[in-house]
């Protein structure tokens, strides 16, 4: 079965760094544009960023400076490197492989997501 | 910034078709996909490039777009569709993926 696997959620003081991993199995993972979307407690969705094939990135504002989008090709993994975090980045991180449209950006399989809290 | 506007929520008997609405500027323009959230689960594509359907979902589900206004409509709907839905499209102006910020449905 063709899934992702999220992990490396935690809880993180603000200010604090984290790096989330996202492990790709029943496909290759490098054939794929990849993002990371969160959604905060009761709220909706928000797009975070996009890895193309070839490592284009681009960052959602309010993450920009802060997150690094990455991708190991020989772990069929992505990652996020979050760092300079803060209580707003509260959110569950999903990540998400990017289907074959014509119009970009149609997510066509999520993990199940990691939770990120950032308190004192 | 490109802006997705859905109602908050949308109630609907059963058997009864549901349409949820997704505004934009010449939204018509852009492809839209729709997803599918239940609670504490991932969010599963139910519609995209406007029209499409992934081949595990339900003919019931079907899109269009047109003007300022993308609509994701359900027809015969079942007590398993309560869920969250939520528009989508990539902005190429800003290189940015643009959520709505979804329409819960309700059937009563």
């Known amino acids: 079965e063709v899934q992702l696997v999220e992990s490396g959620g935690a809880l993180v003081q603000p200010g604090g760094s984290l790096r989330l991993s996202c492990a790709g199995s029943?496909?290759?993972?490098?054939?794929?544009?990849m993002h990371w979307v969160r959604q905060a407690p009761g709220e909706g969705l928000e797009w975070v960023s996009y890895?193309?094939?070839?490592?284009?990135?681009y960052y959602a504002d309010s993450v920009k400076g802060r997150f690094t989008i990455s991708r190991d090709n020989a772990k069929n993994s992505l990652f996020l490197q979050m760092n300079s975090l803060r209580a707003d980045d509260t959110a569950v991180y999903y990540c998400?492989?990017?289907?074959?449209?014509?119009?970009?950006?149609?997510?066509?399989?999520w993990g199940k997501g990691t939770t990120v809290t950032v308190s004192s | 910034s490109y802006v997705l506007t859905q109602p908050p929520s949308v109630s609907v008997a059963p058997g009864q078709t549901a349409s949820i609405m997704c505004g934009a500027n010449?939204?018509?323009?852009?492809?839209v996909h729709w997803y599918q959230q239940k609670p504490g689960q991932a969010p599963v594509l139910v519609v995209y490039?406007?029209?499409d359907r992934p081949s595990v979902i339900p003919e019931r589900f079907s899109g269009s777009n047109s003007g300022n206004t993308a609509t994701l409509t359900i027809s015969g709907v079942e007590a398993g569709d309560e869920a969250d839905y939520y528009c989508?499209?990539?902005?190429?102006?800003?290189?940015?993926?643009?959520f709505g910020g979804g329409t819960k449905l309700t059937v009563l």
């Open positions: 998400a492989r990017e289907g074959d449209c014509a119009g970009n950006g149609c997510l066509d399989v």
């Open positions: 029943e496909f290759t993972l490098s054939s794929y544009e």
């Open positions: 490039d406007d029209t």
């Open positions: 989508q499209v990539w902005d190429t102006n800003t290189d940015h993926g643009v």
């Open positions: 010449n939204i018509e323009s852009k492809s």
């Open positions: 890895i193309s094939r070839t490592t284009t990135i």
